[in-house]
């Protein structure tokens, strides 16, 4: 009882402590795992583990093959969470550098890894491109703690999120299938029997994932299932999917709920986000009791194993030629400028996937006698270590060095989608600022998506927008919403992380012509709230410029639009062409110089000076 406790009490623990390092979990549950396992034996009394999962096979927490069960039940349901994060739409528009990285990169990694770890250890074949199968993933879990707080080109940081994610069921599929392949083969050659085996995962993996994931989703649309039960059902059903796969094709089940994963992310299913936030705080509790107690599992003979130059050659061979050859080949012809990809050749860490079906595979073959199979475990952990502690230390300093650091994070992010949003959101991307709009309004999302607007469908009560490494180049706040309680809560939650340049809302109806309750952070004007702006958007649904000729005459046509409610000011556009958000208090910082522009929102002005609208909301 005291080692299942304190299994969940350290994992959590380290979670908390990544969060607050900024570091990606598995390095900590991997390092506690460690130090309560293998290393536990050097400083112990009677030299036994703190946490011993498996004691001479048959006692332990997990006596006999129960952690063989334990690991593949977590990894099938963190497998369906992953599957569900997957979208059809977002495969289409991550462009051809994502698709090459998923399949020519996973070429060149399972190819190049395996034929490095055969010469290099004198591992069989079989072994050999199963340790590179194993190692093709990186995975979001990883690779989103690391970029969380480098502020990169959205290009950089796209790519690295979406093959993290797009990338896990595929090395799982890859290594699933070489596993199936050695298993059969064994003893008797690679022979017809293999080929049918490797059918079957293939036949019974897709066929039970698309038939329980539309049968699922079926009974959840038609309310079979009480709410309060929701989650709880749909997670009995992913593992009755896998363990029925399982039954009719031997290791097909995470197959079949990648495969189910995929099919539910891409339907039209009302609860979908419930689930998915079920799934992952379900997935974090399972990482962190999976990496410690794999760790855990590990002994010091498996250390000393890999206690040589050969491990840190193959480790250099990996990290240094094998992954900076996958993305160059595959980014070979794109507008990725060569620092990125060197940038994005550098970034890639192992994670929950690779360790966690190591263990899996590798005890596996182990007890049945596959001759090398004692490397698998060791030299997967030793990868996932390795290039989570080396890029969590130095992806900064590395972005830094080759250029592809912002210095200035001038992307601007508005919370609230609606037609006056998307009017200024387009406005701007018009003018070459980075624009993402947040919304739980799934209709205004896909207005501003339709005008060619980065738009995320987004609580801003949770923390998954915090989360989102898309935003890492935003420098500016603009709160745009009807509701001025949500525009508060948006400035003090969100000004120090997304407007460090300047966070903005817009002033309440009781702000409104009161120059003493003028807030410091209000937007645009101090007489007009979100009812006009939204009036003045319904009948002139255009913004223009106006040239000005000095600060009394910015002076001048700003007093005209606070006498006028169909003209409203919004930026002042200087003559290098950078946009100046106008604060309701006036202050601008800068001096005005003839040639630069006044941008407003609503009907021309009656002056020669007046430039025609130039986008129309839609």
Known sequence: MLELAGIIILGIIAQW??????????????????????????????????IEPIWNGTSGLFPGEGLYYFVSLAISIILFEGGLTLKRSEIRNVGPVITKLITLGSVVTFFGAGLAAHYIFGLSWQISFLFSALIIVTGPTVITPILRNIPLKKDVSTVLKWEGILIDPIGALAAVLVFEFISVGEGQGYTQTALIEFGKI???????????????????????????????????VVLLVFVMSDVFAHESGLLA??????VMGN????????LLYFKESLSVLLISILFILLSANINMEDLKLIYNWETAGLFAIIVFVIRPLGVFLSAAGSNLK????????????????????????????????EPGAEYITPLVFMIVLGTVLLNA?????????????????DGILIIGASKLSRLIG???????????LVDNNRNNIEKAQKLGLEALSANIYSDNLSDNIELNDVGYLM?????????QFAINRFKDQFGENGSFRLVSSEEMNNPDNNPKEGLFSNTDDFVKLMETVRKYPSINEILLKDGKHYKDLIGITMADDNIIPLFLKTTEGALKIIASSGNLGQEITEGAKLVYLGKVFDQEEAVPPIQQAK
């Open 202 to 236: 293939l036949l019974f993996g897709f066929s039970f994932g698309f038939t329980f994931a539309h049968a699922l989703t079926f009974v959840i649309k038609k309310n079979y299932v009480p709410h309060y039960l929701l989650n709880v059902a749909s997670l009995s």
């Open 257 to 262: 709920v990648v495969v189910m994963g995929m």
């Open 338 to 369: 060569f620092n990125e990809k060197m940038f994005i050749g550098w970034v890639g860490p192992r994670g929950i996937v690779a360790a966690g079906i190591a263990s899996l595979f590798g005890s596996k073959l182990l007890a049945n006698g």
């Open 267 to 274: 339907t039209d299913l009302p609860n979908i986000k419930e």
């Open 393 to 409: 230390t130095t992806a900064r300093f590395f972005a830094k060095a080759i250029g592809v650091f912002l210095s200035k994070s």
């Open 17 to 50: 402590v990544a969060w607050r390092l900024k570091l990606p979990a598995i390095l900590p549950l991997i390092l506690i795992g460690l130090l309560v396992g293998p290393i536990a034996t050097l400083y112990t009394d009677d030299g036994h583990k703190l």
């Open 426 to 436: 387009a406005y701007l991307h018009q003018n070459n600022r980075n624009v993402v």
């Open 479 to 487: 709160a745009l919403t009807g509701n001025p309680d949500i525009n």
